[in-house]
């Protein structure tokens, strides 16, 4: 079945840039995502990519897209604490139905 | 615009109690959805919905029941609860295009 892997941490100090990556299976998927969640709270959208997309650039925010290797990197440039949260890969399968499969997320820990 | 609500918030449930988690939106949107969140993972899908009337299962929809007789509501229904539905739930909607769109979650606990 579909599956989505992540590193489960990563710590880096403020002002370097963060890379996270997730692999994942389904090559029919139309999205992926990233979204974050601070403790004890909700999903908040990051960013998505089409999966006719190699990369797409918001602000500090860069996601790559290697479809050949079913592999995906979200790059945050200048990272700030605040920045310090998990950060979720999600994929959509099933079609028109979009429904989403999550990796079980990397935790990001910025140094001061 | 609300967006996403969900209600309860928190809720802790004994251990063969039932109870009904809400969801409802204002967005017109027709996808509706309901995932699950253990401790330190990722959301599992349990149950979605591509419209009212018509629902169908996710990855996890042992335990749980779900109607949808509006586009605006989605309640998830849980008949016994057990320890294993220890969890917190979130709802989310889809337009079709572009981003699903999460409610704030539903925090619950069976004892």
């Known amino acids: 079945g579909e599956d989505v892997e992540q590193s489960l941490f990563l710590s880096v100090r403020e002002g370097d840039s963060s890379v996270i990556n997730c692999t994942y299976t389904?090559?029919?998927?139309?999205?992926l995502y990233w979204y974050k969640q601070e403790p004890g709270a909700g999903l908040q959208l990051l960013t998505y990519?089409?999966?006719?997309?190699d990369m797409k650039q918001d602000q500090r925010l860069t996601v790559l897209l290697n479809k050949k290797d079913k592999h995906l990197s979200l790059r945050i440039a200048d990272t700030q604490t605040g920045d310090s949260a998990i950060y979720f890969c999600?994929?959509?399968?099933?079609?028109?139905?979009?429904?989403?499969?999550f990796g079980t997320g990397t935790l990001l820990a910025v140094q001061p | 615009n609300a967006g996403v609500t969900q209600t309860p918030k928190f809720r802790i449930l004994k251990i063969g109690q039932s109870m009904t988690l809400q969801c409802a939106q204002d967005?017109?949107?027709?996808?509706m959805y309901w995932y699950r969140q253990d401790p330190g993972m990722g959301l599992k899908l349990i149950y979605y919905?591509?419209?009212?009337?018509?629902?169908d299962k996710g990855e996890v929809p042992n335990g749980y029941n779900v109607s949808r007789s509006t586009t605006e509501d989605f309640p998830l229904r849980l008949e016994l609860a057990a320890p294993s539905q220890t969890s917190v739930y979130f709802c989310a909607t889809w337009s079709g295009t572009d981003t699903q769109y999460f409610g704030p979650g539903t925090r619950l606990t069976v004892l």
């Open positions: 967005m017109n949107h027709n996808y």
């Open positions: 389904d090559s029919s998927s139309t999205y």
């Open positions: 919905s591509v419209g009212a009337g018509i629902t």
């Open positions: 990519i089409f999966s006719n997309m």
């Open positions: 999600a994929e959509s399968y099933g079609g028109a139905t979009n429904k989403l499969i």
